[in-house]
Structure formats: structure tokens, C-alpha cells
């Protein structure tokens, strides 16, 4: 596979693709992973919901 | 299942939760078949091996304009019906759709280069997509700005709602202005332009990235009730701590006066 005069251009775009999509699912996980430390934090406190149900009460 | 049963935050966790491996697993196994597709591609006969830029490109700029629809129908949600995760839904998406439109901008702008001989050109449809990823950025800015996920989605539903019409002019920019941008040559009447060698890649990879949206957005959306669910403890915790020192320097107060007496 040659990719021509224009390879760096072509490997930037995919390489750009595949940083910016690994920021997005690194921000989801560690977004949910820090949610969930709180939460348990949160519980730990003996703060409960209004339902009654602890803080890391997940189906 | 409607979309009334998933108003409740924990019966949309529960469904989520179920969901999310199965989408990621297709998402990862599209994403493969659509990039091995895209590498052997044929060269096109004018552009060469930068045709498979367009691989990226273009499913990028079909979703930087899918979401903000999306988002307009998140909207509508919080607007018309008050379904409470319709807020949730859209202020979870912007910042995804904000990452496809900066990939469709700087793709398209290391497409340009080799191909116009400018990697920007002030034309109708890439100022209007420009426009569109500053859009997300105000979004996301007043997300943050108001503390009140509930005041914030209103004003950001009226916003989204406003920058909808930014969609059709992007969409059209290409047959209503001079464009250094070509016009549709996928979806347009008459059939697509391009190729099958060319087409099927292009489809397989806009629907993979498709899929990454939809597996991001569950995942930003259960974070966003994670979240919402962390502040109204944090608010509960906050007004037990400010109720007890009020009855402790009440009571303080009082030991003090019939000291006093």
C-alpha cells in the first residue's frame, strides 16, 4: 500500500482521528470512574437518597 | 419499551448498562472491517491515495451535523414534553459532537492542502462548519456557567434550538454560494457519485462512527445521572451540616441566656 507524495497528510488525519477519539473515551471513563468514587465517598458519609437507597445503589 | 419507561433515571442506568458492551463490540468491530476497507481502497484517478482522507472526513462532518439534531431533539424534549433525560442527553452529546466537528474541520483541511493548494479558504460551508464547532464550544460554556443543570438546559435547549438553523445552510452552502468545497456527490438525487469501491468503505466507516457516537453517548450520559445524583447528595450533606450547627448555636444561644438569667 503507497500512500503517495501526500502520506503525511493522509497518516496525520487518520492519527488525529484515532488521538482525539481515545481523548473521548478516556473522558468517559474517567469521568464515570471519578462519579463513582464520589458516590462512594458519598456513602461511606452515611448520606442516603431520598428513596432511601444508598449512594452507590446501581441496578 | 418507550421512551416514557426510560424517564426514569435508574431504569435507563439498568438498560445502559446492558447495552454498552454489545455497542462497543460493534463499534470496534466495524471500525476494524471499515479501516482495512479504507486502506485498500483503489487510488482515485484524480486525487491519488488522499481520497482515503475521505474515509474520516466525511463521517465526521455527517455526525458534527447529526448530533446538533440530536441535541435539537434532546431540546425539544426539555422544552415541549419536560422529559427529565432529554437535558441530560443533550449537554452529554456536545462535547462529543465538538470532537467530530474539530476532526471534520482539520481533516478536511489536511484534505485541502494537497488538493485546492490552501488548507483554509473563508467559503460558505467551511465557515459554516467553523460556526458550528464554535456553537458547541458556547454550549458546553453555558452548561458550565449556570450551576442549575435545570435553568442551564433550558437556556442551552433555546441555543440549540437557535443554532438548528445553521444545519440547512450548511447542508445547501454548497449549491447556494461559490464553494471551493464540492458539492454532495453521496446523497443526492439521482444516486451517489461515487464508485462502490469507494462507497462501501465510506459507508461502513460512517456507520462505525456512528455506533462510537451512540456507545459515547450512553456511556457521557450515565456519567451526566452519576453526576446529578453526586450534587443532590452533596446538597443534602450541606444542608444536614448547616441544620445541625444552626440547632447546635441555637442551643448554645439559649444554655447562654439561661446562664444569663
Do not use: C
Not at chain 2, 472526513?57 to 451535523?65: E, F, I, K, R, T
Not at chain 2, 427529565?84 to 459532537?97: M, R
Not at chain 2, 471551493?180 to 451517489?192: D, I, K
Request: net charge positive; hydrophobic share 55%.
Amino acid at each position: 500500500m503507497s500512500l503517495g507524495p501526500y502520506a503525511s497528510f493522509i497518516v496525520t488525519s487518520y492519527a488525529a482521528a484515532a488521538v482525539v477519539v481515545a481523548i473521548l473515551i478516556g473522558w468517559v471513563v474517567l469521568d464515570y470512574r471519578n462519579q463513582t468514587a464520589r458516590l462512594r465517598e458519598l456513602d461511606r458519609s452515611g448520606v442516603t437518597r431520598r428513596s432511601g437507597r444508598s449512594a452507590m445503589d446501581r441496578p | 419499551m418507550t421512551l416514557i419507561d426510560l424517564a426514569n433515571p435508574t431504569r435507563f442506568l439498568a438498560l445502559s448498562a446492558r447495552l454498552l458492551p454489545w455497542l462497543a463490540a460493534a463499534t470496534v468491530i466495524l471500525l476494524a472491517i471499515g479501516l482495512y476497507q479504507s486502506a485498500y481502497a483503489p487510488d482515485d484517478y484524480q486525487q491519488g491515495a488522499t481520497v482515503k482522507i475521505m474515509f474520516i472526513h466525511v463521517p465526521n462532518a455527517w455526525l458534527s451535523m447529526f448530533v446538533w439534531g440530536v441535541m435539537s431533539m434532546a431540546s425539544l424534549g426539555t422544552l415541549v414534553w419536560r422529559h427529565p433525560l432529554a437535558d441530560v442527553a443533550a449537554k452529554a452529546a456536545a462535547p462529543i459532537g465538538a470532537a467530530f466537528t474539530f476532526l471534520a474541520l482539520l481533516t478536511g483541511s489536511l484534505w485541502g492542502r494537497p488538493m485546492w493548494g490552501t488548507y483554509w479558504e473563508w467559503d460558505a460551508r467551511l465557515t459554516s462548519v467553523l460556526i458550528l464547532f464554535l456553537m458547541y464550544l458556547g454550549l458546553m460554556a453555558l452548561w458550565r456557567a449556570v450551576e442549575d443543570p435545570s435553568r442551564a438546559a433550558r437556556a442551552a435547549a433555546v441555543l440549540t434550538l437557535v443554532g438548528a438553523i445553521n444545519l440547512p445552510i450548511i447542508k445547501f452552502s454548497v449549491d447556494w454560494w461559490n464553494t471551493l468545497h464540492q458539492p454532495a456527490s453521496v446523497m443526492r438525487m439521482g444516486g451517489s457519485a461515487l464508485d462502490k469501491s469507494f462507497l462501501i468503505p465510506l459507508l461502513v466507516m460512517a456507520v462505525a462512527f456512528t455506533l462510537l457516537f451512540v456507545t459515547l453517548h450512553l456511556a457521557a450520559m450515565r456519567n451526566e445521572i452519576l453526576r446529578r445524583r453526586v450534587r443532590s447528595l452533596q446538597m443534602m450533606q450541606a444542608s444536614r451540616v448547616a441544620f445541625s450547627s444552626d440547632v447546635g448555636s441555637r442551643q448554645d444561644g439559649a444554655s447562654k441566656e439561661v446562664g444569663a438569667a
